[in-house]
């Protein structure tokens, strides 16, 4: 199986193709292209046409976004022009080429009053980064009649690049220096190991599965407690974590308390996905190499 993915130099797109090269034959593209990957700005319609075209894959990951949650609030138009038409090219090169498209999307379409979504539970994203993710989703369900919208939560784990902008590297490299942290012990999540997302994904799509998922670790824990466990697996003091409520963080862009995912579809499909200690502990032996 041919797969052609976007954002291939990113956190999750790095992962995809470490994980899946034995596996599936990969096509890596990036806006700044990379060595070894395509030159792809998924802004260019054009250029999305053209090297879809070219490589006529059988599916398309897409994992290209502005992730940034704060900054898409100031720069709207920018996350606008990369996570609603950015989608909508990749789409219309899919079903023009008929490629499966593999859609990356996000807990935060979800306004997290509750927790323990399903995939059929009714969206209602709080910032404007999750409210152009829900927008291209809808892209995806109208225009593509070949789809899989994946949608994970908080991801984390380690793809050789430590400059990496994650919550628990965030945490690792302030705990190695020895820093007091402040973090939140009331929103809560299900934290996703990246190499778990790309080995589902290697799954859904070998077995022609469709329609929405929640591709998501099997445990709700706040930040404080995500931070506390790595603490523990890592070595470092725990006292150096301070928990506060999220008032006190006063970030641009609100965020769900709970946006926890049910994943009772994707375990029909003998998916399982690691716990968060276990996933630390794979991500320690990476970090280790």
């Not at 990113?10 to 899946?20: E, H, P, V």
């Not at 965030?170 to 009331?186: A, F, M, R």
Request: glycine letters at 8%.
């Amino acid at each position: 199986m041919k797969v052609l993915v976007t954002g291939a130099a990113g956190f999750l797109g790095t992962k995809i193709m470490q994980t899946l090269k034995n596996d599936l034959e990969l096509v890596g593209t990036d806006r700044q292209g990379k060595e070894g990957y395509q030159i792809m700005d998924i802004t260019d319609r054009n250029e999305v046409i053209s090297v879809i075209g070219k490589e006529k894959p059988d599916a398309v990951i897409h994992c290209a976004a502005m992730t940034d949650v704060d900054a898409s609030e100031t720069e709207k138009e920018k996350a606008r022009k990369i996570n609603v038409e950015g989608a909508s090219n990749v789409v219309d090169a899919c079903e023009q080429y008929g490629s499966t498209i593999v859609y990356i999307s996000t807990d935060f379409i979800f306004e997290g009053d509750r927790g323990g979504y399903k995939e059929e539970d009714e969206p209602n994203p709080l910032s404007y980064y999750a409210k152009t993710k829900l927008e291209a989703e809808n892209i995806v369900r109208q225009r593509s009649s070949d789809y899989l919208i994946i949608r994970p939560e908080v991801l984390y784990g380690y793809n050789g690049n430590r400059s990496e902008r994650s919550f628990t590297i965030w945490v690792y490299d302030n705990l190695k220096k020895g820093n007091h942290i402040n973090v939140v012990d009331d929103q809560y999540n299900t934290p996703t190991l990246i190499d778990d997302i790309a080995e589902a994904i290697s799954k859904l799509l070998k077995k022609d599965s469709k329609g929405i998922y929640h591709v998501a670790g099997p445990e709700r824990l706040s930040r404080y407690e995500m931070a506390v466990k790595l603490a523990e697996v890592f070595g470092f003091d725990k006292n150096l974590i301070k928990p506060i409520t999220s008032d006190k963080l006063k970030q641009k862009a609100k965020r769900p308390k709970d946006s926890s995912l049910d994943t009772e579809k994707l375990k029909k499909e003998g998916i399982n996905m690691h716990t968060f200690e276990q996933g630390l502990r794979i991500m320690k032996g990476q970090m280790s190499k």
